[in-house]
């Protein structure tokens, strides 16, 4: 539920809505403070009627009106929280004016292969390093990763560059050890649905970054960012990854509709991840420079230093020279959508 008040209300009447909301069983309250209104947004689940409970609250005179949502997620919707959010990473800011970068290996393969990268992306301009230690893959006989190694690696590379890292976490168990080591949490595409892993990182005190499941709709995609969120999490950002269809010269069709789709669903802060979404270096840049124009906060881009050797994905990996060329291509896509890249 939602409750809706006059924009001249004293911080004495937003606790007195609160705690209606709390003595009706819901867990917490939200306040957005607008231009034109107040809005609180009630967390958890009451135990009263919320016909009786909107009953309650519209007796006093500055509650405007109330609101039950609909949609089958609410944490994570626009009508709950109507301004954006703004996700902090040490000095990055995910969702705010700059386009933030996300760029690196898909997998850790060794400790020059990252370190070399991620010196690289840095001096290109790219904001936090990505690489994947614990791998999901079609196949059981390809590689998985290097798991703890590579997620030690990735932390050297923080510390020699000065980067967040982010890498996926693919299993229950690994929570509590990629945590210990990642700045964000990436849940891949194969995992949007795993609720108890949605659910254990929504545990954690750290942004985790959900990825569009590639056979699930935007809908779909939100209720998996709700369970985050209903854990406690709020930090969650959305990736749009590309999309299953009948298409198969690319390897994923890259939903560019997404992007305005889930800003205007949601205040969740949102990338674009064109290498999965198109599987051919080539596509890469042409893709990105589409998902910025179309809003988004941020991409994520895979880079290799010598792709055609890449243990996964290198015919979607920018070699360090395209991927200079695509930083310095956004800025004026950026500047031309109001951001900065
Ligand atoms: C990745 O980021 O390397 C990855 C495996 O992504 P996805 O889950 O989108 O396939
Ligand atoms: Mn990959």
Request: hydrophobic residues 40%.
């Amino acid at each position: 539920m939602i409750v809706i008040l006059r924009v001249d209300v004293t911080e004495r009447d937003i606790d007195q809505v609160v705690k209606v909301l709390k003595d009706s069983g819901y867990r917490d309250a939200h306040i957005s403070r607008g231009l034109e209104r107040v809005v609180v947004g009630a967390i958890g689940r009451p135990q009263q009627d919320k016909a009786l409970i909107s009953e309650r609250l519209k007796t006093m005179s500055f509650v405007e009106d109330t609101i039950s949502i609909s949609k089958p997620y609410k944490l994570v919707s626009k009508e709950f929280h109507p301004e954006k959010t703004v996700i902090k990473v040490g000095d990055v800011e995910i969702g705010g004016e700059q386009i933030v970068v996300m760029a690196g290996p898909c997998s850790v393969e060794s400790r020059e292969q990252l370190l070399s990268t991620a010196r690289f992306v840095k001096s290109a301009g790219a904001h936090i390093l990505r690489g994947g230690a614990f791998k999901p893959s079609t196949s059981p006989y390809s590689f998985h990763g290097l798991g703890e190694e590579g997620l030690k690696l990735l932390a050297e590379a923080r510390q020699q560059t000065g980067l967040p890292v982010i890498t996926e976490v693919m299993d229950t168990r690994d929570v509590e050890l990629v945590t210990r080591y990642a700045d964000i949490l990436q849940i891949g595409t194969r995992n949007m649905t795993n609720f108890s892993l949605l659910q254990e990182v929504g545990l954690v005190e750290k942004p985790v970054m959900l990825k569009r499941g590639m056979s699930s709709t935007i809908e779909e995609w939100l209720q998996a960012a709700e369970y985050i969120a209903d854990k406690g999490n709020p930090a969650v950002i959305l990736c749009e990854r590309g999309i299953r269809t009948f298409e198969n010269f690319t390897r994923n069709t890259f939903d560019v509709n997404a992007i305005p789709a889930v800003k205007q669903l949601s205040h969740l802060p949102v990338i674009g991840d064109p290498s999965h979404g198109t599987g051919r270096w080539q596509l890469v840049a042409p893709v990105a420079r589409a998902a910025i124009a179309a809003g988004a906060d941020g991409l994520l881009i895979e880079v290799h230093p010598n792709p055609p050797q890449a243990l996964k994905d290198g015919p979607q990996s920018l070699t360090f020279n395209d991927f200079r060329k695509l930083m310095g291509e956004l800025k004026g896509i950026a500047a031309a959508t109001g951001r900065k890249a």
